[in-house]
């Protein structure tokens, strides 16, 4: 827990604020497994989720559009890759979501573990959590902002392929 508090306050993923009488907020809860594709546990690992369901589209979130990468994409890569005997790297980002920048005002309870400056405050927050609706489209927008920025063209067949001449 003491690692995914330390995550969200490194990436300034909420301020502590009083809450106005017309906002609402959202809970959240803790999340202590990981586990893999066939249901086991791949390891303990704690993450704050927010409850974002109770949240409304048009209201509390705009767009959750994510392009996921087309399997066939993938493997014309890796055949690519493998015939021209080009080196190939992955990367995984730590904590992906709270990369991703809030547009929409958006309020959630404190965390337990978490203690506010002042009794009475909620987080305001300014990045995206776990479980909430957007949080996988505001990570995307981030991403691609910054793969443009190094640039790489976003491809017209595959939104998640980007490449570079």
């Not at 589209?57 to 392009?67: A, N």
């Not at 890796?78 to 790297?89: G, P, R």
């Not at 995307?140 to 001449?165: C, H, M, N, P, W």
Request: proline share 2%; net charge positive.
């Amino acid at each position: 827990m003491d690692d995914e508090i330390n995550a969200l306050v490194q990436t300034g993923t909420w301020e502590f604020v009083d809450l106005s009488i017309r906002k609402q907020t959202v809970g959240c809860k803790w999340v202590y497994k990981k586990h893999k594709a066939d249901g086991s546990i791949e390891r303990f690992k704690a993450r704050l989720v927010a409850k974002g369901f109770t949240k409304q589209e048009g209201i509390d979130f705009r767009e959750t559009f994510f392009p996921m990468a087309k399997i066939t994409i993938v493997r014309l890569l890796l055949a690519i890759v493998a015939t021209k005997n080009w080196l190939l790297k992955q990367l995984d980002v730590n904590n992906a979501f709270l990369h991703g920048d809030l547009h929409e005002e958006f309020y959630m309870e404190v965390p337990k573990g978490v203690v506010p400056p002042k009794s009475g405050q909620v987080c305001k927050m300014r990045k995206s959590i776990y479980g909430l609706i957007q949080a996988s489209r505001q990570w995307y927008e981030k991403l691609s902002t910054i793969v443009i920025a190094l640039g790489y063209t976003r491809t017209q067949s595959d939104f998640s392929l980007f490449t570079k001449q």
